[in-house]
Nanobody
Framework: QVQLVESGGGTVQPGGSLRLSCAVS????????MGWYRQAPGKQRELVAT???????NYGDFVEGRFTISRDNAKNTVDLQMNSLKPEDTALYYC????????????WGQGTQVTVSS
């Protein structure tokens, strides 16, 4: 059974950095794309970043160059380096895997909390 397990969340002051990691276990299946989404209380889930097998990346407009997504297919992991964090980045961050060529992210992790507060 494929599982996505996130790590690296925590509490950081505004302007600080965090690195989120997601490891795929239970299968050597390489997702067409992997991504990070987030959901803050009372808000809809939104795209943070995605990365394809060809290393093509896509970021949410709010990222504004502060975050970098990367993946290692040999290790079946995807990371999100977040710099210059703002209080509005506070949310539960989810790792996701696109398991078909039609853009459907069918596999999700449990989420890791990121809190940006002074």
């Amino acid at each position: 059974q494929v599982q996505l397990v996130e790590s690296g969340g925590g509490t950081v002051q505004p302007g600080g950095s965090l690195r989120l990691s997601c490891a795929v276990s239970g299968s050597r299946f390489i997702f067409y794309a992997m991504g990070w989404y987030r959901q803050a209380p009372g808000k809809q889930r939104e795209l943070v970043a995605t990365i394809s097998n060809a290393r093509n990346t896509n970021y949410g407009d709010f990222v504004e160059g502060r975050f970098t997504i990367s993946r290692d297919n040999a290790k079946n992991t995807v990371d999100l380096q977040m710099n210059s964090l703002k209080p509005e980045d506070t949310a539960l961050y989810y790792c996701a895997g696109q398991n078909d060529p039609f853009g459907n992210f069918g596999y999700w992790g449990q989420g890791t909390q990121v809190t940006v507060s002074s």
